[in-house]
């Protein structure tokens, strides 16, 4: 028997394992979610065990690998900033007004420290309560966005 994944009674994930043992509850977590996110993926029991690893999604058969990769979105919420349309202060604390691949919002940015750049022009924001906020081009951007973003780069 093979390992499989499916959702219980009240919507949480539960593997089946090898020997057909049931473990309700899992949580999957990826080991580099930003530079391999298909890659290194382990599914821990409600009391923090591993239960499962798989190197790659496709190790999964395809209903499991669709559960698991549902799941995984649900609990990696980072919106994708389009455009900055300003902020209040070029000090921090400051508060910034977005618009997102989810729709225009606004968060305080604490300090310099919280924007990361990552490999490929990539930025990862993280707002006061810890929201990561990605910026997948910054190139990409508009030029008043890349100006602001240079301000504290």
Not at 8 to 24: E, F, M, N, S, V
Not at 45 to 69: I, M, P, V
């Amino acid at each position: 028997m093979t390992i499989r994944l499916e959702r219980d009674a009240h919507g949480q994930l539960a593997l089946i394992d090898r020997d057909g043992q049931r473990h309700p509850g899992v949580l999957p977590v990826r080991a580099f979610p930003l530079s391999a996110p298909g890659e290194g993926v382990a599914l821990m029991s409600t009391d923090g065990h591993e239960l499962a690893w798989f190197d790659r999604l496709d190790e999964l058969e395809a209903a499991s690998r669709a559960l698991l990769e549902d799941e995984l979105a649900r609990r990696e919420f980072m919106p994708q900033v389009r455009a900055i349309s300003g902020v209040s202060s070029f000090s921090t604390p400051c508060e910034w007004d977005v618009l997102t691949d989810r729709g225009a919002t606004r968060f305080t940015l604490r300090s310099e420290d919280d924007i990361r750049r990552l490999v490929g022009g990539r930025l990862l924001v993280t707002d006061s309560h810890g929201i990561h906020y990605e910026v997948v081009d910054m190139k990409k951007l508009d030029r008043p966005s890349r100006r602001i973003l240079d301000r504290f780069l």
